[in-house]
T-cell receptor
Framework: SQQGEEDPQALSIQEGENATMNCSYK?????LQWYRQNSGRGLVHLIL?????REKHSGRLRVTLDTSKKSSSLLITASRAADTASYFC??????????FGGGTRLMVKP | DAGVIQSPRHEVTEMGQEVTLRCKPI?????LFWYRQTMMRGLELLIY????????DSGMPEDRFSAKMPNASFSTLKIQPSEPRDSAVYFC????????????FGSGTQLSVL
């Protein structure tokens, strides 16, 4: 079963614009992670935010976490055509099971 | 490091045949996961191992699916007999406990059962 649900399911923007994807989850978590998947490839880890953190940055990526609302957002600033991919949030709860959401398909038009 | 290595990259087989997918995790990683990805169901966790021991196989869809990890550097996922609804991309991933569960994925095996 999917713990996280991404919103929107698909997003199309122009190069240079910012892209924001949201993730909602249902149960308590230890951490939340974002992954990217290029077409025909495996998932690649982007960033991890722990339950006691509220915001984290990595290059052009900014992740926020609101545990009271059980939600997270991923912001990609100054998007590039190479950012075209599917983006998944994944939550880690008790034990070591990582549960993935359905993903957001991002298309960045040059 | 070569990353997680899966083979074959593509597999086409006929219904009823046995299919074996293979995975070599990253050296030193103590967790190994098998996921299945389809358009309809997204990314599903099938089974995971810790130090070569299966911990949770509740995601394995049926008895036709089995997974083994005979040593720290090799795992297999077997489907016998295969059915068309098993068609999907199967991913293997590994992680090191100290990395708080960050997963490293292989490139996947695209399975088509005709």
């Amino acid at each position: 079963s999917q713990q996280g649900e991404e919103d929107p399911q698909a997003l199309s923007i122009q190069e240079g614009e910012n892209a924001t994807m949201n993730c909602s989850y249902k149960t308590s978590i230890n951490n939340l992670q974002w992954y990217r998947q290029n077409s025909g490839r495996g998932l690649v880890h982007l960033i991890l935010i722990r339950s006691n953190e509220r915001e984290k940055h990595s290059g052009r990526l900014r992740v926020t976490l609101d545990t009271s609302k059980k939600s997270s957002s991923l912001l990609i600033t100054a998007s590039r055509a190479a950012d075209t991919a599917s983006y998944f949030c994944a939550t880690r709860s008790a034990g070591n099971m990582l549960t993935f959401g359905g993903g957001t398909r991002l298309m960045v038009k040059p | 490091d070569a990353g997680v290595i899966q083979s074959p990259r593509h597999e086409v087989t006929e219904m009823g045949q046995e299919v074996t997918l293979r995975c070599k995790p990253i050296s030193g990683h103590d967790y190994l996961f098998w996921y299945r990805q389809t358009m309809m169901r997204g990314l599903e966790l099938l089974i995971y191992f810790n130090n070569n021991v299966p911990i949770d196989d509740s995601g394995m869809p049926e008895d036709r699916f089995s997974a083994k990890m005979p040593n720290a550097s090799f795992s297999t996922l077997k489907i016998q007999p295969s059915e068309p609804r098993d068609s999907a991309v199967y991913f293997c991933a590994s992680s090191f406990q100290g990395e708080a569960g960050k997963l490293f994925f292989g490139s996947g095996t695209q399975l088509s059962v005709l």
